[in-house]
């Protein structure tokens, strides 16, 4: 059944954070008593962590801990510029996502996608190897960024400059809007004006709330997947 699939899933989330957060809790101190050797270990830990935390719904966790990776991929970085570089870039995505999916500090989200896919496209410059996978997910978070701060034209234009996939605008319009309990209750206000019964009315307004509902989620789990 699709409820034991979806239960299944967030147990395998739940799984993966905790999972996540003994690595966090093992590097801690490993990093604390050797920086130099440790702390880039327990900065990549972080930030996995807070992208586990994010697609699980642990909003105020992802924040803390993608912040906390951030912190120490500047330090690094600062240090060690050519050796920390892409990690930055790595950690800036997550971070942004973090916010993206919290729907907060939307505006530091925004102008860290923004520096990793600046960071991509200068090692792509300098180097050898092609980040062009990289600068596109960049760009899609900041895209995101963009959607949920409602500068949907400035997403759009992004997006088309980087030939980036959107949802279509009525699945947006479906999980923006409670229409499910709208047309329950107008099947309930419907019924009554038909002469119907006050139960049977309730009941059919119900009904049709409930299918509402099951349409919203199923949309909201078709668009989650999209943006992966």
Not at 52 to 71: C, I, K, V, Y
Not at 140 to 164: F, K, P, S, Y
Not at 200 to 213: E, K, P, T
């Amino acid at each position: 059944m699709l409820t034991d699939r979806l239960s299944a899933r967030q147990r395998r989330k739940r799984e993966a954070v905790a999972r996540a957060e003994e690595g966090v809790a093992f590097r801690r101190p490993l990093a604390a008593a050797d920086p130099g050797a440790h702390l880039a270990g327990l900065a990549k830990a972080l930030g996995n962590l807070g992208s586990l935390q994010a697609d699980l719904g642990r909003h105020r966790g992802a924040l803390a801990s993608t912040d906390e990776a951030l912190g120490m991929f500047r330090q690094l970085t600062d240090k060690q510029p050519e050796a920390h570089r892409l990690d930055l870039a790595w950690c800036l995505i997550r971070f942004g996502d973090a916010r993206v999916r919290a729907g907060r500090d939307l505006g530091r989200a925004l102008a860290a996608a923004n520096e990793a896919a600046q960071l991509y496209e200068a090692e792509s410059h300098e180097g050898q190897e092609d980040f062009a996978d990289e600068m596109r997910q960049a760009r899609a978070v900041a895209a995101g960024i963009l959607d949920a701060r409602r500068d949907n034209r400035q997403a759009d234009q992004l997006r088309q400059a980087e030939g980036l996939s959107k949802g279509p605008r009525w699945a947006k319009a479906v999980l923006a809007t409670p229409y499910w309990l709208f047309v329950g209750t107008l099947a309930f206000v419907v019924d009554l004006i038909s002469g119907r019964s006050l139960s049977h009315a309730a009941s059919s307004g119900l009904d049709v709330a409930v299918l509402g509902f099951c349409v919203w989620w199923l949309v909201k789990l078709i668009m989650r997947y999209r943006q992966r």
